[in-house]
């Protein structure tokens, strides 16, 4: 227990040095520590990049089943004590869903939950999704990710929402087919990094305008007949 405790608190705050000051504890002895269960596991947990640490693929394996065995417990625990109720729960949303879908299922929960208190934080997909495997949070409302990013995780689809090409009203563009307005003015497109972006890309694609370069790109979250899902 003492050495997975210790992981995720490496886990959670990025580096040795961050998560021995939390845990009171001087780095040498939280470093053996961390020696120690990688020598007990025959694997290496981390991989070491200047001052941060990063979890290797057994790391990642053993941060899921790790997270999943602590909260067990501490249910058990809460079970057998009478402490079950109340608690803490953080919640990542994205910009998007904060401000739309998700007040409404707090205010349901908390009317369920009286003693329970909810955190969100909010933030891009892959900050979420991160912050979801080191612990951090304890659940998101986001996009489905990339297949390669679901391992070790699980999710429930909630809803469909639909992605549009929108102009102001009186654009000269409005009665245009959408391939002749994409081809004579700029367009500002989800950022790169987004999940959406490749569903935009997509529809490009099928439009013959696959040279993204010749839009502006600026980072909002708008766009596209075509669909995402949370």
Same mark, same amino acid.
């Given at each position: 227990?003492?050495?997975?405790?210790?992981?995720?608190? !490496?886990?959670?705050?990025?580096?040795? $040095?961050? %998560?021995?000051?939390?845990?009171?504890? *001087?780095?040498? =002895? +939280?470093?053996? #520590?961390?020696?120690?269960?990688?020598?007990?596991?025959?694997?290496?947990?981390?991989?070491?990049?200047?001052?941060?640490?990063?979890?290797?693929?057994?790391?990642?394996?053993?941060?899921?089943?790790?997270?999943?065995?602590?909260?067990?417990?501490?249910?058990?625990?809460?079970?057998?004590?009478?402490?079950?109720?109340?608690?803490?729960?953080?919640?990542?949303?994205?910009?998007? !869903?904060?401000?739309?879908?998700?007040? $409404?299922? %707090?205010?349901?929960?908390?009317?369920? *939950?009286?003693? =329970? +208190?909810?955190? #969100?934080?909010?933030?891009?997909?892959?900050?979420?999704?991160?912050?979801?495997?080191?612990?951090?949070?304890?659940?998101?409302?986001?996009?489905?990710?990339?297949?390669?990013?679901?391992?070790?995780?699980?999710?429930?689809?909630?809803?469909?929402?639909?992605?549009?090409?929108?102009?102001?009203?009186?654009?000269?563009?409005?009665?245009?087919?959408?391939?002749?307005?994409?081809?004579?003015?700029?367009?500002?497109?989800?950022?790169?990094?987004?999940?959406?972006?490749?569903?935009?890309?997509?529809? +490009?694609?099928?439009?013959?305008?696959?040279?993204?370069?010749?839009?502006?790109?600026?980072?909002?979250?708008?766009?596209?007949?075509?669909?995402?899902?949370?």
């Amino acid at each position: 227990m003492r050495h997975l405790e210790a992981f995720l608190d !490496v886990v959670r705050y990025g580096n040795i $040095s961050a %998560a021995a000051r939390a845990r009171n504890v *001087s780095q040498p =002895a +939280l470093s053996k #520590t961390i020696s120690d269960l990688e020598t007990l596991l025959g694997v290496a947990l981390f991989q070491r990049a200047g001052r941060r640490t990063r979890l290797t693929a057994d790391g990642e394996t053993l941060q899921t089943h790790a997270l999943a065995a602590m909260r067990n417990l501490e249910a058990a625990v809460g079970g057998v004590s009478g402490q079950a109720a109340g608690g803490q729960v953080k919640v990542g949303v994205l910009p998007t !869903v904060a401000g739309g879908f998700f007040p $409404s299922v %707090a205010l349901e929960f908390s009317r369920g *939950s009286a003693d =329970a +208190l909810i955190t #969100t934080v909010t933030g891009p997909n892959s900050s979420l999704i991160r912050m979801l495997r080191s612990g951090k949070i304890d659940l998101m409302v986001g996009r489905m990710p990339m297949a390669r990013d679901m391992p070790g995780l699980s999710f429930e689809f909630l809803y469909e929402e639909p992605v549009l090409l929108v102009g102001r009203a009186e654009h000269p563009a409005r009665d245009w087919p959408a391939s002749k307005a994409l081809r004579a003015y700029p367009l500002i497109l989800p950022n790169s990094g987004a999940i959406i972006r490749q569903h935009v890309n997509q529809y +490009l694609s099928t439009l013959g305008l696959a040279e993204v370069n010749h839009y502006r790109l600026t980072p909002v979250a708008s766009c596209f007949p075509c669909s995402s899902r949370y």
